[in-house]
C-alpha cells in the first residue's frame, strides 16, 4: 500500500467530525470540490471503499468507520504530543539542552551557569560540535570559528586574549626587546597546547620568529594543563589570559594584539532555535558568564 499524505487523513477525518460537505470544506480552507477530489484520492489507496451512499448522502462503510475511529485516537494522541512540546518549549525550566564545546571553555562556564533548565555538558571540538548541531544531537556549541554553513547561526560571545607565560627560574628577568627574548625562550622548554600549537605558531609568524626552533617538551589539549605544567617549571608557554591559576613565580607578557588578534568564540545553534525561550535565556546566562571576556 502507497504511503498515504498527511492532508488527506486530516481531509477525511475533518468530514467525519462534520457529517457535512461543505462544512468540513470551510474547516479545511478549500473548496468543496478539492474536498471530494481529496477524498477519492485517499479511497483509492486504501484496499476497501470508505464511502457508501445512502440516498444522496456520502456515508462511511463499516471498513471506513473503523479507519475513522483509529485515527481518531493516534491524531489525538498525537495533538496531545505537539501541544506538550509546544508547553516544554516555551517552559525554559522544562528544557533539556545539550551543550558542547571544548573541556576547558565548559570549565569557564559549568559552575557559574544560571539556568533553570536542565544542562548536558559534551565535551568536543570544534569540527565534532558544528556537525553534531547539523545533525542533532547537539542543541547549542561553543566554538571559535565562524561555521561555513547556512543551516547555523553565531553569536559572538567572547574573545580570548593570549599571553606569554615564563617560569621565573628560567629567567630571572625577560629581556626588554622582543627579539631577545624569542632569542633566550628559544633555548627553554616549550610547552604546547596541542601539536601544532596553532595559536603559539602564528604569535611566532607575527613576531617573525621560527616557531621550529622552539624546544618542545610537553605538548596537551588543555589549557588548565598547560598552566599546571608551567606553575611547575617544566617549561614557558602562550597560555589565555583569562586562566587565572597562573602562579606568581611566572613572568607574565602580554601578547600584542598585532602579533595575534583576540580570537574570538561563539555560540552557535539551528535557525529554528533563535527564537526559542530557553535559548534567549542560556544567551543572556553566557553572556554574564562571560562578561569580563568581551
Known sequence: MPKIPVYLIEAFITFCQTQHMQ?????????????SKQLAALEKMLPQPIFTFRGRKKVLTAFGEELQ??????????????????????????????????????????????FPGMVQLI???????ITGIINRTIDF?????VPNTSELIAKPLFR???????????MKTPPAKS???????????????K??????????????VDFGKFQITRVTANYLSVAKLVNAGIGWAAVPTHISTVSANNH????????????????????ELKNAPWLRLLLEELNICFADQK
Open 195 to 208: 601539536k601544532p600549537d596553532e595559536i603559539l605558531s602564528q604569535i611566532c609568524e607575527a613576531s617573525g
Open 123 to 129: 565535551e568536543s571540538s570544534n569540527t565534532p560540535t
Open 252 to 271: 607574565i607578557i602580554p601578547v600584542s594584539l598585532k602579533a595575534f588578534p583576540p580570537r574570538q568564540f561563539y555560540g552557535v545553534f539551528r535557525p
Open 23 to 35: 462544512t468540513a470544506a470551510s474547516l479545511l480552507g478549500i473548496s468543496q470540490p478539492a474536498l
Open 69 to 114: 475511529v483509529q485515527l481518531q485516537a493516534r491524531l489525538s494522541g498525537l495533538q496531545e504530543v505537539i501541544e506538550q512540546a509546544a508547553l516544554n518549549h516555551a517552559d525554559p525550566s522544562k528544557s533539556f539542552v545539550r551543550i558542547a564545546s571544548r573541556r576547558e571553555i565548559l570549565d569557564r562556564f559549568a559552575d557559574k551557569l544560571n
Open 160 to 170: 580570548d586574549h593570549f599571553m606569554l607565560v615564563i617560569p621565573k627560574k628560567m
Open 141 to 145: 556549541g561553543i566554538v571559535h570559528q
Open 179 to 193: 627579539k631577545d627574548l624569542w632569542n633566550e625562550l628559544s633555548h627553554l622548554p616549550c610547552i604546547c597546547y
